[in-house]
């Protein structure tokens, strides 16, 4: 391709480009999608999460299915042309099929399950193998934070993708440029406060586990003070956190325990220091703060303080 041939190409693409954003991640001859690099994918999440609250949602969600419906036609129509009845009905579909968590917006996870994208990039997300709770992920917590800041770092987050294509038996098809890659592209995805660093609320959303057990409905309406915790409710509780049948709740049990905890309180935002300090003020709650594990009695008064305790004590 001469000069001019090749200027033309670039000029056509910044065109496309400002007019459906989607177009250039199409093939011109079949129109499906091409598998987008970790860099090309952070392009397109960056492009329509307009506002960066880590949601692409409202008017940011229409106008991504205009272009992405549009987009797949040979000939170049204005995602316009997408009517409203034909967005809300293709909004429906979508949603039904991409929502997972049922809250009518779409986060970084979900749209990774919509484009092609590289498969060990792909991997990175464990789409296919969450952590089963809590206490595995503070495990794998206590081994990448290994200077004990409270923080995952750039360095750490590295041995940590590494580790995971390791695990994948992929990590000979993976340069250390592109492994480089990957992890500035998870930091921008996943690092909400842009500070460098991954904290205990951002790990969480790269690595979410199969299920908060304390968002089961009893036991969240029991600590919510809607309904009577039992004590067979409380036994579900301990048997579910005591991991290895020890008789105590301890260590990555008991901060798997209160992380969950935490988020029933904070939601999205929460770091190591809301978690020790959190664990202090339920363990003096409970009259006992010394040596880190607590018992099935214990966590009976930790769940029936909860349920006394407004939501501004909290």
Not at 157 to 184: C, G, P, W
Request: aromatic share 8%.
């Amino acid at each position: 391709m001469d000069s001019a041939a090749a200027a033309a190409a670039a000029k056509r693409v910044q065109i496309e480009k400002a007019h459906n954003f989607m177009r250039q991640y199409r093939d011109p001859e079949s129109r499906e999608l091409k598998k987008l690099s970790a860099n090309q994918f952070m392009d397109v999440w960056a492009h329509y999460d307009k506002d960066g609250n880590g949601y692409i949602e409202g008017t940011e969600l229409d106008g991504f299915l205009r272009e992405f419906v549009s987009s797949a036609n040979a000939t170049d129509i204005n995602p316009e042309a997408v009517t409203d009845t034909m967005l809300e009905e293709l909004k429906s579909c979508f949603m039904e099929a991409y929502d997972d968590n049922q809250d009518g917006k779409i986060d970084i996870r979900e749209l990774a399950q919509l484009l092609p994208m590289e498969e060990n990039f792909l991997l990175l997300f464990r789409f296919d193998n969450p952590l089963e709770s809590s206490v595995e992920f503070m495990k794998i917590w206590r081994e990448y934070d290994t200077d004990n800041s409270g923080y995952i770092e750039a360095d750490e987050l590295k041995n940590f993708l590494r580790d995971l294509l390791k695990e994948a038996k992929k990590i000979n098809d993976v340069s250390e440029d592109k492994l480089i890659e990957y992890t500035d592209t998870m930091l921008q995805v996943f690092d909400a406060n842009k500070d460098g660093r991954l904290q205990l609320s951002e790990m969480a959303k790269l690595l979410p586990v199969k299920e908060n057990f304390l968002c089961r409905q009893v036991f969240k309406e029991g600590i919510d003070g809607a309904t009577k915790l039992t004590k067979e409710d409380i036994e579900k509780v301990f048997s579910l956190y005591d991991r290895d049948n020890s008789g105590t709740i301890e260590n990555e049990e008991l901060k798997g325990f209160l992380k969950d905890l935490l988020e029933l309180v904070k939601k999205d935002d929460y770091d190591a220091q809301d978690l020790a300090a959190f664990e202090e003020t339920i363990m003096r709650g409970v009259g006992h703060d010394k040596h880190g594990k607590i018992s099935r009695k214990e966590l009976t008064m930790i769940l029936l303080t909860l349920a006394k305790m407004s939501p501004d004590e909290e």
